[in-house]
Structures are given as C-alpha cells and as structure tokens.
C-alpha cells in the first residue's frame, strides 16, 4: 500500500479512538457543555477530617513552667561597659523571645560589630542566643556561647512555640514614640528568616491551622484588660493570612462559632537541635559557664559579649525591670494525626511533634504576672485538660493503637 494512503488510515483509526474515547468521558479536556467548549475537570477532594484529640488527664506525660521574662518599655537592646568588655544586652522579650529572636538578634549584633571586633562571646544557649550566635557567624564571627543550661534545659524549651510576637511585648504607656516601629522591623525580619526552616527534616518550623472555639454565636466584645499590653499584630497583617469563620457542618467543633486561621509554629525541641548542630558544624564552640554578677565576665577573653540571658539577666545584671509572668505547659503524648491548635474557654493547645501542649492561659494577659514560682501545678494542667475534653468527647473513648 503507498506509504501515503497508510497514513491517512491510521489518521483516520487514531480519530475512531479519539471520538470513542471523548463518548465516554475519558477526554474531559476536549468535551463540551452548553454553548462552547469548557474544560472538564474533576471536583477537588474533600480535606481530610479533623483527628480528635485524646484529651485526658491520664495521658498528660509532663508538665512544664516557663517565667516569661517581661518588661514594660519592651526588649533590652542596648550596650554597657563592663570593666574592659563592651556588653551588648539582648533579653526581655516577654512572650515573644522566640517569634522575635532574629529581628532582636540583628539589632543588637549590629551594636556588636560596630567596632569591628570578630571574636564574639554570646551568653545564654536558649531562642535569643542560638539565633545571635548564628547571625554573627553568618557575619564571619568566631563565636562562643558560654551557658549554665543549653537546649533542652534552657527556659526557653518550655514555651509553647507558636508564632506570637507582640505577646506580653510591653506596656503601650512604658513604651517610646518609636518602639512601635522598631517592634515592626523586628517581626517582619524575624518572620522572613523563619521562613527559612521550612521544608528541613526535623521541621523546624511549619504552618499551622487554628480553631477559635466560642459557645456564643456572636463574636465577644472587647473586655477590659487590667493591664495596658500593648498590641501591635495590625502592623503586620499583610504577612499571614486573615482568620475566617467555617460555617456549622464545615468542622467537628460541638460549638457556636468557630474561627480558623494558619501560623506559623516552632517545633522548639526540633528547631533548637538545628540551631545548635548547624552552629556547633560551623565552628562554633560552646562552654559550660555560670556568671553570677557581671564583673565575673571579665574572665572572658572577648572583648565583645552578646548578653542573651533572657529571664536570667534580672538576677545577673540586678535588673528589676524584668518581671516574671508564669506560664504552664500540660503536656500530653503525641498524636501525629493531630496537625491543628485552637483556642477554647482560655485554654490554647497547640500539636507539636514532642506531644500535645496544653496551657490555661487566664482571664487575661495579667495572668501569671510577677509569679516567680516555676513548680508544676497538676491541678492545673488537670483542668485545662478537662476544659478541652469535651470538645472530643464523641470520639475520644480510646486512643488509637
């Protein structure tokens, strides 16, 4: 047969099948409804449901406390002179010491580096010194940290890890005409540099739904606070996404309204063991020191130190303006499936990958305010814990196996 006509046959087989094949559906992109063509697509799969929450006081496995180092006019940032040294202090974060930490970090290290000095001594292993450290290696330092108690142990591995920046920040009326503007710039650096962590194995950082729970249909209005916290998260709107209310029949919430947003959360043990090993494979060293009274840092030989001491500046430098505010973590097994947090009658739950926190957080933000006891309470994780129960009840008869 002339290679011509073959050809045309099979042209003419390959339409038979084309036109068989869209009869039944299997060429969506080519078929037609109505008038005109229109892609056929199939439907989005439904997301997959809420897993509950095995919210029992049996399966609390710790509880931890953590002395929110809070001061009114906002973070300490500044230099002293200290005997030869030249102490740059970089503490008083309040409930933000982690959401905060890079934007705080550059700042004081920008003091730091001004002369010139490269040999950095930073003091203090939690959020605040982890991430100067690892700035100013980035800045082609030499570093050491010098620490009592590194990650793990060091109070920054009891907080609750979701991205809260202007939590427990400063007093509106303690506050500069420019701390508005300086807290911005920290956030907004802060968050691009957490950005970062994203994606790495351990997950250090990733996104997270929140569920706002309400018994009452309405939104609740304002109530008046104690103490004059101030707030600044509308500067920063833009960055994530506005939280949206699902309607009944969307979620398995036994509750009048419900509210959803995504954050970004720290799985703290995961993000500190990256911290440190990147540091530590950097070059870094890191020594074991206990400072009770700043002329004792004189035995550094660096001539530069990073003070990130966190709660621990009020006794080692007798700064009275950092006031302790309690925060206590019940910490339940974790639940992989569980991938949300929500916020119900002031208890907030977040899903890390450590276990499940759990924390009563109070009428208000006043609560825990200059509570310097950092024992467990297990009456109280008991009843954050039976304070969410309910919320799971139907489907919490046994965890799975």
Not at 28 to 57: D, E, H, N, V, Y
Not at 181 to 195: D, G, P, T
Not at 364 to 372: H, I, K, L, R
Request: glycine share 10%; net charge neutral.
């Amino acid at each position: 047969m002339d290679s011509k006509l073959v050809h045309l046959a099979d042209r003419r087989a390959l339409l038979q099948r084309s036109v068989a094949l869209g009869s039944l559906g299997m060429l969506g992109g080519c078929a037609t409804t109505g008038r005109g063509a229109q892609l056929q697509r199939p439907a989005f799969a439904a997301p997959p449901p809420l897993a509950p929450i095995w919210a029992r006081s049996d399966r609390i496995m710790n509880i931890t406390v953590c002395l929110r180092p809070f001061r009114a006019a906002g973070p300490r940032i500044e230099a002293e002179t200290v005997g030869d040294k030249l102490v740059v202090h970089n503490y008083g974060h309040g409930g933000s010491g982690w959401s905060l930490s890079w934007g705080s970090a550059l700042k004081a290290l920008k003091i730091a580096l001004a002369g010139g000095e490269t040999d950095i001594a930073v003091v203090g292993c939690g959020a605040l010194g982890l991430t100067a450290a690892t700035l100013a290696q980035r800045a082609g330092c030499r570093v050491t940290i010098y620490a009592k108690d590194r990650l793990p142990d060091a109070r920054s591995a009891r907080a609750t890890g979701v991205w809260s920046p202007d939590s427990r920040i400063a007093l509106t009326s303690a506050t500069g005409p420019g701390f508005a503007a300086q807290w911005e710039e920290m956030a907004r650096r802060s968050f691009r540099i957490h950005l970062q962590y994203l994606g790495l194995a351990d997950r250090p950082v990733e996104w997270l739904d929140q569920y706002r729970l309400s018994d009452s249909a309405q939104p609740s209005p304002p109530q008046p606070e104690p103490m004059d916290f101030a707030h600044y998260l509308p500067r920063i709107a833009d960055i994530t996404p506005p939280s949206e209310v699902i309607p009944a029949g969307q979620h398995p919430f036994p509750v009048a309204r419900v509210r959803r947003g995504s954050t970004p959360m720290f799985n703290i043990a995961g993000y500190g063991h990256t911290l440190l090993n990147d540091f530590l494979l950097n070059g870094g060293k890191l020594e074991m020191a206990e400072f009770h009274a700043p002329a004792e840092l004189a035995t550094l030989r660096q001539k530069v130190i990073l003070n990130c001491t966190g709660y621990g500046a009020r006794a080692l430098f007798r700064d009275e303006s950092v006031v302790p505010v309690r925060g206590q973590i019940g910490w339940l097994i974790p639940q992989a499936e569980v991938t949300y947090g929500l916020y119900y009658r002031g208890v907030g739950v977040i899903s890390r990958h450590d276990g499940i926190a759990v924390q009563y957080s109070g009428p208000d933000e006043s609560y825990g305010y200059n509570d310097a006891n950092e024992e467990p309470d297990r009456a109280e994780a008991e009843a954050a814990v039976a304070t969410i129960a309910p919320l799971f009840a139907a489907g919490s008869a046994r965890p799975r196996t």
